[in-house]
């Protein structure tokens, strides 16, 4: 009897941990026909924070869900993970066409912001915690999320990435395409980074963004340039100068810029890290304010 009784425990405590990533089929507006999955934790927050969260170039949303620690922490902390994934352009994000880097206008960005809007509406969400990350061409489709839709996402986290409109007019932004010259740091003035970004969102005068801006030094796909390249760019939309570097954060290999008192702010470099930079949950979710 004993047994029986523990054996009905077990089996009671599996049913109840039933949380996993769920396709989700209608959500609105989807222009570029990508796709939607979602995790909802078991235990949801009252009025839960909701992360996206970009596959890679190449990637899936189910093989972004099981690349991240981030299911066990939404675990711990009721937040919503959302993972969209594109089958077009190699598994590559869309984040050089005039829709996606225009407000409103469609591309996969619209796809992502209504994702956003479905999750919201159905569990209840925080408005004031949308929050987006990604790698690679999941951490270029951030910057262009963040300065597209600066009235959605609260705080982003590009790893490995580009600035906002870096790939703007090539014909796509994957490894193979003719036109790498983005990838390779493509430079200009802080000014002209952060008029790409307000010309996105003509009229926008509302907060911005914080962002956090990841990357290895040895990354030779999408060279260390590309991030300087996005906090000049971020440097310029927040108004925020370089105020220190800190050496050792966070790991031995690692600098971290400061920005202004560094709440909105942040840049990482590794030392001997490639493509991609590691993704830093701990850290990360600390500066979108989910963890304290």
């Not at 959500?27 to 996206?52: C, E, H, L, R, S």
Request: aromatic share 10%; charged share 10%; with cysteine.
């Amino acid at each position: 009897m004993l047994l029986r009784n523990l054996l009905g425990l077990v089996a009671t405590a599996t049913t109840a941990l039933s949380a996993s990533l769920q396709k989700v089929n209608d959500f609105g507006n989807n222009p570029t026909k990508i796709y939607m999955y979602i995790y909802v934790p078991d235990k949801v927050a009252a009025k839960p924070a909701v992360i996206v969260a970009l596959h890679p170039c190449g990637g899936t949303a189910q093989g972004w869900y099981s690349g991240t620690k981030l299911p066990s922490y939404a675990d711990q902390n009721g937040f919503i993970l959302i993972y969209p994934g594109t089958p077009n352009q190699s598994n590559c994000w869309d984040v050089q066409s005039v829709a996606s880097l225009t407000h409103g206008q469609g591309g996969d960005a619209l796809g992502i912001v209504n994702m956003v809007n479905y999750t919201l509406a159905k569990y209840n969400g925080d408005r004031e915690r949308v929050y987006v990350m990604g790698s690679s061409s999941g951490g270029m489709m951030t910057n262009v999320m963040a300065g597209s839709y600066p009235d959605v996402f609260e705080a982003g986290a590009a790893y490995s990435g580009v600035a906002h409109a870096c790939f703007a007019g090539s014909p796509t932004a994957t490894p193979f395409g003719a036109n790498q010259t983005c990838a390779q740091g493509l430079q200009h003035t802080p000014e002209q980074w952060g008029a790409f970004v307000h010309n996105s969102y003509p009229g926008y005068t509302g907060r911005r963004p914080r962002m956090q801006i990841y990357h290895g030094l040895a990354d030779t796909l999408v060279r260390p340039q590309a991030a300087y390249e996005a906090l000049k760019q971020w440097s310029n939309v927040l108004g925020l100068p370089l105020s220190k570097n800190v050496t050792g954060v966070p790991s031995a290999a690692y600098t971290q810029m400061i920005y202004g008192d560094g709440t909105k702010l942040q840049g990482f470099f590794g030392q001997g890290v490639g493509h991609t930079a590691p993704v830093n949950e701990q850290l990360m979710l600390k500066f979108f304010g989910i963890l304290s």
